[in-house]
């Protein structure tokens, strides 16, 4: 099932996606993000083909909320959650960091995900259990974990609160800091190692649930701003406390909570 999911996503990118870049029109939803065509194309044609991988109720971005909230009560013994284009302004605007990202999940839990750059050729994909890979290498890329004040960070400071973004604004505890607007594309390159840690203050079910299981998978460890058990924080909106090396998870944690407190 997972070589059929990482064929299926990387088909839709290069059919779909792909011939579009640079050349569609765009319009602004309700809560003010971008939809293209491309976006539309391509969760029609990953929606089909998943169905044919296995016949499970598919969960797209670009559905009313409505939908979505009734896909993932039918869900429960399987679901496709798919965010089509994720970096849509990017993608608009000719910013080549954006992905197409796929997970099957069930009683509520990843367990098989895709995640593609079609812009790098590059396919993050995992099984539960079984570890995550980029291109048939196994994840991490990158091991190598410096102390937590010689980090690279990926910040995304949109949901966080003021007083944590004021923090990480004038006192950082890292050394440096990328946020480049893909959340899924984000994920992996924590499990990657590119991102040392990583912090998000409210991600869409969509924007994690594929990215969490890679990480997982790579061997990383994660948690919300609240709960310790990343699972256990709502599902529509959901912050992330992440790092591969347990030690630096531990200290990026305590730092951002503490900070977030203040």
């Not at 990387?10 to 003010?32: I, N």
């Not at 609240?226 to 699972?231: A, G, P, S, V």
């Given at each position: 099932m997972l070589r059929a999911l990482v064929k299926v996503v990387?088909?839709?990118?290069?059919?779909?996606?792909?011939?579009?870049?640079?050349?569609?029109?765009?319009?602004?939803?309700?809560?003010?993000?971008l939809c293209t065509e491309a976006d539309i194309a391509a969760q029609n044609a990953l929606t089909s083909a998943l169905k044919q991988i296995a016949d499970y109720p598919v969960l797209g971005e670009e559905m009313p909320s409505e939908m979505q909230k009734a896909c993932w009560q039918a869900g429960a013994d399987g679901l496709w959650c798919v965010d089509p284009i994720d970096g849509t302004s990017n993608f608009v605007n000719g910013l080549p960091y954006f992905a197409l990202s796929v997970a099957l999940m069930r009683q509520g839990r990843s367990v098989l995900a895709a995640i593609y750059d079609p812009v790098a050729d590059e396919a993050f994909y995992a099984e539960k259990g079984k570890g995550a890979y980029l291109n048939g290498e196994r994840l991490p890329i990158k091991e190598y974990s410096p102390d937590l004040h010689r980090c690279m960070a990926g910040v995304d400071f949109k949901w966080l609160g003021d007083k944590l973004s004021a923090q990480l604004a004038s006192s950082p505890p890292y050394s440096s800091q990328r946020n480049y607007g893909a959340s899924t594309l984000d994920w992996c390159y924590a499990a990657a190692g590119r991102f040392d840690v990583y912090l998000h203050g409210g991600q869409k079910l969509w924007d994690y649930a594929a990215g969490s299981l890679i990480l997982e998978e790579a061997g990383g460890s994660m948690c919300t701003l609240?709960?310790?058990?990343?699972?256990a924080d709502d599902v529509w909106k959901r912050s992330v406390i992440a790092a591969l090396n347990p030690d630096l998870f531990q200290a990026w944690k305590l730092w951002v909570r503490a900070a977030n407190k203040l």
């Open positions: 990387k088909s839709v990118a290069h059919r779909e996606v792909m011939p579009r870049y640079l050349k569609v029109a765009h319009q602004h939803k309700s809560d003010g993000s609240e709960k310790n058990d990343f699972w």
